[in-house]
């Protein structure tokens, strides 16, 4: 199986990489601005006997997406991951001050270049008659946080494009679902405090929150062969929960 992970040079993408290519399939990643964390996963990968390879995509640069598919070459699976963040932080700005631009941007490159990556992948799949496709989404889609909505906005639009997509691409072999990642605790830099951690993994069934190695192990299973008939599925990490209303 050859599978194409977007952002896969950090967190969770990395995770999925390296999860991948312990079943034997053959990876691709896509950076955007991390070209050396991207050739220090596929090093790791080919030091443990993998096959990989890394090729620069830029979301928010919709003429980038069909060179770096023709460049990692037919897919089997497709985990968009890749995103872009926005520039405006969560409860720093009202809604009604959000500018234009950056509704245009974030929306820009998680909903149209997510749609135009999977356009990319999808004619191959279908004579094949065989792929799976994952989107990676945020809980923050769901329960939304103060402030600024795009990022939370062209996350869901993840979900409805899943749907669409389950029953359009279904008949040929192609299943897609949405991986949602809650709080996932990363190898990346982190700016919430331990105890606030600590308090919102007390509030998930499993007492803890989810690692990149967590959401790697759904995506994996979603965007496999083993999964037979899952499709226009949201399928949500535990770390979700722990900001549900009725956790104690």
């Known amino acids: 199986m050859h599978v194409l992970i977007t952002g896969g ?95 245009t941007a974030v929306l820009h490159a998680n909903v149209a270049g997510n749609a135009l990556l999977v356009q990319a992948v999808l004619p191959e799949m279908r004579r094949k008659g065989f792929g799976r496709i994952v989107l990676v989404s945020s809980g923050i889609a769901e329960e939304g946080v103060p402030g600024p909505g795009p990022y939370g906005t062209a996350k869901a639009a993840l ?16 299943l897609v679902n949405v991986a949602v990642a809650g709080l996932t605790l990363t190898d990346g830099p982190r700016h919430i405090p331990q105890d606030v951690l600590d308090r919102l993994a007390a ?3 499993s007492r803890r929150l989810s690692t990149a190695e967590d959401m790697a192990a759904l995506i994996v299973f979603l965007g496999s062969a083993a999964n037979h008939n899952v499709t226009g599925e949201i399928i949500r990490d535990g770390s979700n929960a722990g900001r549900s209303a009725h956790a104690q």
Request: charged share 20%; proline share 4%; no cysteine.
């Open 9 to 103: 040079s950090s967190g969770i993408g990395a995770a999925t990489a390296l999860a991948y290519a312990k079943t034997g399939a053959r990876v691709t990643i896509t950076y955007n601005t991390g070209a050396d964390r991207a050739a220090e996963i596929v090093k790791r990968i080919e030091a443990e006997g993998g096959a990989a390879a890394a090729v620069h995509l830029d979301l928010e640069d919709h003429a980038t997406i069909g060179p770096a598919v023709a460049q990692a070459g037919p897919v089997d699976a497709l985990v968009a991951n890749a995103v872009r963040w926005g520039t405006i932080m969560p409860g720093s700005i009202a809604f009604e001050d959000v500018p234009a631009a950056e509704w």
């Open 159 to 174: 979900h409805g494009m899943a749907r669409a997509l389950a029953w359009e691409a279904g008949r040929d072999g192609i």
């Open 203 to 205: 509030r998930t069934p």
